[in-house]
């Protein structure tokens, strides 16, 4: 009788349904570690500008659209979700400043990065998606240089955006390792209007700073005194002694295009002359 012959097993590193298993989580992470590390490698990029800000922020054009779509609605039928829906596309319109503020601060970084003697550094970085975040990569396309979205996989799909430099377009599904990837390059972060999410991402930064987790010297602008100074009473933190004061020294705060790029560009210089040496033009 003739002995069947038994199929090769899957080697472990391809099985599918075990590497997406509970089992193999500490594998998972371990691949969001090393993937972007590889690449960012054989990239060649050395350290970063973060851009966080809003996924909710539209572009003036986009937002002009919809104010003039959401006016014109209840001009016609002035009923209360008429009325709520201009209110709400006003407040975008408003908003959508710090969108253009996002693009044209990117633009500037990025064509400052370009003249550099030592190429890929200051490399602008944003979480990939919308809003703000498609605001950066869009500036930095507009100077013609590399860009990095760090997106993470989220319920209601966080698309990444079109402006990201497509061999610098990362996904995520662990919050923290995409975090420590938006720490661990940056050597600049600049922080525009957001929700929880921005919340999130400045508290995070501002306490590795306080702790001294985070080494080296870096840069945290805040752009829009009034609208962070509206949303986070610093000085009532200091005086109410859960905060000291010279923890305010952490951050800067900017309100122009110009105005960021001028502190970035002259802090980066200090901090780091020899990385930021430009080159001759003869």
């Not at 596309?89 to 959508?96: F, W």
């Not at 044209?104 to 990939?128: P, Y």
Request: charged share 30%.
């Amino acid at each position: 009788m003739a002995r069947s012959i038994l199929s090769r097993a899957d080697k472990s590193y391809k099985d599918l349904p075990f590497l997406n298993s509970p089992d193999a989580r500490s594998l998972r992470i371990l691949s969001e570690f090393l993937h972007p590390h590889s690449r960012f490698r054989r990239v060649g990029i050395k350290d970063t500008v973060v851009f966080f800000g809003s996924a909710r922020l539209s572009s003036r054009a986009a937002a002009r659209k919809a104010e003039r779509a959401a006016r014109k609605a209840a001009e016609a039928r002035r009923t209360k979700k008429n009325l709520t829906r201009l209110e709400d596309a006003s407040v975008d319109l408003e908003m959508s400043g710090y969108y253009e503020d996002a693009v044209a601060l990117a633009r500037k970084m990025t064509d400052w990065s370009k003249r550099l003697f030592h190429s890929n550094r200051f490399v602008v970085c944003s979480g990939g998606g919308p809003g703000i975040m498609e605001a950066a990569n869009r500036g930095a396309k507009l100077a013609r240089g590399r860009s990095i979205g760090l997106n993470i996989s989220l319920p209601f799909e966080q698309n990444p955006n079109p402006f990201i430099s497509p061999e610098l377009n990362f996904e995520f599904h662990y919050f923290f390792m995409r975090k420590f990837w938006f720490v661990y390059l940056a050597k600049a972060f600049v922080m525009f209007p957001g929700g929880f999410g921005t919340f999130d991402e400045l508290m995070e930064v501002l306490t590795l700073l306080q702790t001294a987790k985070i080494k080296k010297p870096v840069v945290v602008v805040l752009y829009g005194r009034e609208f962070w100074n509206s949303v986070i009473r610093f000085d009532e933190l200091v005086r109410r002694r859960l905060i000291s004061k010279k923890d305010l020294n952490l951050f800067e705060f900017a309100d122009t295009p110009d105005e960021a790029y001028k502190l970035l560009t002259k802090r980066l210089r200090a901090l780091y002359p020899k990385e930021t040496e430009e080159q001759q033009v003869t």
